[in-house]
């Protein structure tokens, strides 16, 4: 590994990295805009400038260079000395700010990315506080450039990370850059709005308030979030997300950095597929079947309503004939909770994994690359657990059995007692399942909104969407990611966590941890993990 | 100290040192009496009974209040158009202690604001009346006024939302007129710093 001195300090760095990565990495706050770590690089912006010693050409003595090098364009050597800390590197810095800010409105407080804006911190850091400028400013009106997305011109700081974003990543290139010199804006092509499933990340990559978001527009300021480091439920790629909440409404969803699962980035499906959270038909409510009534029996009372009803039905008809639909969106730890559940009253029952939606084929990015060579990829599979949920069902022994076998064997009437796990933020019921469920003696549903088998069940438990819950999932290529919660579930309701926890005999609060260090008696795997908790990594 | 269990953090205990025990001193017998004790409150009484009175006979008679500074009900201004001022930057909302203010925002209906407030809602009941939202705003239009009696019958009514907080400004504008707000600009004041030597090497 290659070592470099910066600012008389000597850091250890990868090798062939850029120094500003270096110094980011090592805990330097190097001002840049145009630089991203996901994306190539252009040098542009020219606030990360550092001094740098070369051999001098005649002598071959090292010194400082007469010029400034950019840190992001100059790859890491062994030996290479190099300051941030120098008065030309901070003229150059403040002249760059003084500069952003020419024709910058400073509508902060109308502003939406005021409190995360790299011009706010770097001016504040970097810069200074009065502006020489006594011309009248450009000013440039908003564009409706997409559908989701919003371009405010005068704020922008032609970084072009938008349009590298377009063009590397995406692959679909709606982005440019017009005119030029300091004429110069962001625009989409004629006819050609910005429309691809991967268009917010441009909102997040932008380190100013230029592009935003409009789904988020003016609903919050920054500064109120609460964030929860958690995994996108919205496909199997699991995506490291941050929850971003206030009062206990989700307002975005971020992606965090996760080198190999999905860097940088997350898709559009996901980052707005949180809505159904706040929907108001939702279950709240445990409802239990009495005639033709329903009735609400108090949390507590369940554990032990739901094991006496089953405990009958096995002294009656035997275990063999309980069958448990796992579903896909359940974490690990509420479906080992349920499993352990279900077979220790009924030893011979069956475990089976739940419906795996599954929507068109995998999106690989950039669009038209391989898949093996693609930067981000948007999985058929519309469920963040499936490996996992198998995991667990193979564990809990029995019969192995698949979501359509269960079906056939469900409608032949091998179960008359059924545990049946949903929790899809789309309608998912398939017929034969509803039918079969009809029949059952013993129908306990466990679901987000009501359906079919919620019609038919005699005992319905609210399920949680994830972000109210904590755990793991296990993605495609199976890394088990732990997630935390974000919200407290509506009201009336419980994070489904606890009520298996109470059911399978625990008592006291569920916590994900708790559970996973149980699990790993059974799962060594989930030993490993026990321990990781997200780690925040520098990024903007 | 050593024998002294684990004090949980968190935990301040009293030092035996610091406590120091005060003992009552012994009453002499004019004062067990306690008669001049009482003579002495009835003679300050009597006297203020021919002094000049200083109480406010409300609601009939009402204080002058200074009314620049006054910090009474809280009123949202009219810009020169007769629209909210309020651009909806939440300012208030951040600086406010007790947490009483409550913004919803949207796009404004107008070419040359961004930003508006769809609904502003004050819990007066809630609100200590400490002007930080005064301070706060940028561009003044959330503003005290010297109204004071603020009566209502349910904590509902107390809950004062856009339509009330304008009407507080219509019926206040002519006693507290609005401040012209200077516009944030970006001209220097006179006294700009230094700028750093221009230097580097581009």
């Known amino acids: 590994m290659p070592k470099i001195t910066v600012d008389n300090k000597e850091i250890e760095c990868r090798d062939g990295i850029p120094v500003i990565q270096a110094a980011l990495e090592a805990g330097w706050d190097v001002p840049h805009y145009c630089y991203h770590p996901g994306l190539s690089i252009v040098a542009s912006c020219r606030l990360c400038l550092m001094e740098m010693q070369m051999p001098h050409p005649k002598t071959g003595e090292m010194g400082w260079a007469p010029k400034l090098f950019p840190s992001c364009q100059t790859p890491v050597k062994d030996g290479m000395i190099v300051r941030f800390d120098s008065e030309k590197v901070q003229a150059n810095q403040a002249s760059c700010m003084e500069y952003f800010l020419i024709d910058h409105p400073l509508d902060c407080p109308v502003c939406d990315q005021a409190g995360e804006c790299h011009l706010q911190d770097y001016s504040y850091k970097f810069g200074h506080a009065e502006s020489r400028m006594v011309e009248s400013k450009i000013v440039n009106p908003k564009k409706d450039i997409g559908p989701r997305t919003l371009l405010y011109q005068d704020r922008c700081v032609t970084c072009s990370r938008c349009v590298r974003f377009a063009d590397e990543v995406s692959g679909t290139g709606e982005l440019c850059l017009v005119n030029r010199g300091s004429r110069t804006e962001i625009d989409v092509f004629p006819g050609v709005p910005l429309d691809n499933a991967l268009q917010g990340n441009v909102v997040d990559i932008c380190p100013v308030g230029c592009l935003l978001d409009k789904d988020f527009l003016f609903k919050q300021r920054v500064w109120f979030l609460k964030r929860a480091d958690s995994i996108c439920a919205g496909c199997s790629t699991g995506c490291a997300i941050r929850v971003d909440q206030n009062e206990e409404v989700v307002h975005r969803l971020k992606p965090r950095y996760n080198p190999g699962v999905n860097d940088w980035w997350m898709c559009d499906e996901g980052r707005f597929g949180f809505k159904y959270v706040h929907d108001k038909k939702r279950i709240v409510k445990p409802m239990l079947r009495r005639g033709k009534e329903h009735e609400t029996p108090v949390w507590d009372a369940l554990s032990d309503i739901v094991e006496y009803r089953f405990e009958q039905h096995v002294a009656k008809h035997g275990a063999a004939s309980v069958g448990v639909v796992l579903s896909p969106m359940m974490s690990c730890e509420e479906a080992w909770l349920l499993a352990k559940f279900i077979r220790k009253i009924a030893p011979e029952s069956t475990v089976a994994t739940g419906f795996v939606p599954v929507e068109g084929d995998d999106q690989s990015f950039p669009v038209g690359c391989k898949p093996d060579e693609a930067k981000f990829t948007i999985r058929k599979e519309k469920c963040p657990n499936r490996l996992g949920v198998e995991m667990i069902s193979r564990q809990a022994g029995g019969e192995i059995c698949d979501f359509d076998t269960f079906v056939k064997k469900a409608g032949e009437g091998a179960f008359s007692a059924m545990w049946i796990v949903g929790g899809y933020p789309n309608p998912w019921v398939p017929k034969p399942l509803a039918t079969a469920a009809a029949k059952a003696e013993l129908l306990v549903v ?30 495609h290529a199976g890394v088990i990611q732990p997630f935390e919660r974000a919200v407290v579930p509506q009201e009336g309701g419980r994070r489904d966590g606890q009520y298996l926890f109470e059911m399978a005999g625990y008592t006291g609060l569920f916590t994900a941890d708790r559970v996973r260090e149980m699990m790993a008696e059974d799962l060594s795997q989930f030993a490993e993990i026990a321990e990781l908790v997200p780690v925040p990594v520098h990024q903007h | 100290m050593g024998g002294r269990a684990k004090v949980p953090s968190g935990v301040v ?24 004790q009482i003579l002495g409150g009835m003679r300050t009484t009597f006297r203020h009974m021919f002094k000049k009175k200083i109480t406010v006979q409300y609601p009939e008679q009402k204080r002058t209040l200074r009314v620049e500074n006054y910090r009474g009900v809280h009123r949202l201004n009219r810009d020169e158009k007769g629209r909210v001022a309020c651009v909806s930057c939440f300012m208030c909302e951040t600086a406010c202690p007790a947490h009483c203010i409550h913004i919803v925002s949207g796009e404004s209906p107008w070419e040359d604001r961004e930003k508006y407030p769809i609904q502003f809602d004050i819990d007066e009941l809630r ?30 009514e107390m809950i004062f939302d856009k339509e009330k907080l304008l009407q507080v400004f219509d019926r206040t504008c002519e006693e507290k007129p609005r401040k012209n707000p200077r516009i944030t600009g970006y001209a220097g004041t006179g006294d700009r710093p230094a700028l750093p030597p221009s230097g580097g090497g581009h």
Do not use: K
């Open chain 1, 446 to 475: 466990q679901d987000i909104f009501e359906n079919a088998l919620t019609a038919e069940a005699e005992l319905v438990l609210p399920a949680c969407a994830w972000v109210e819950r904590d755990g793991c999932f296990v993605n």
């Open chain 2, 13 to 36: 205990m009293i030092r035996d040192e610091d406590i120091i025990v005060v003992d009552e001193p012994d009453l002499s017998a004019a004062e067990r009496l306690y008669l001049p």
């Open chain 2, 127 to 156: 609100c200590i009346y400490c002007g930080m939202c005064e301070e706060a705003c940028p561009v003044d239009a959330i503003e005290l006024t010297p109204e004071y009696h603020l009566v209502g019958l349910t904590r509902e």
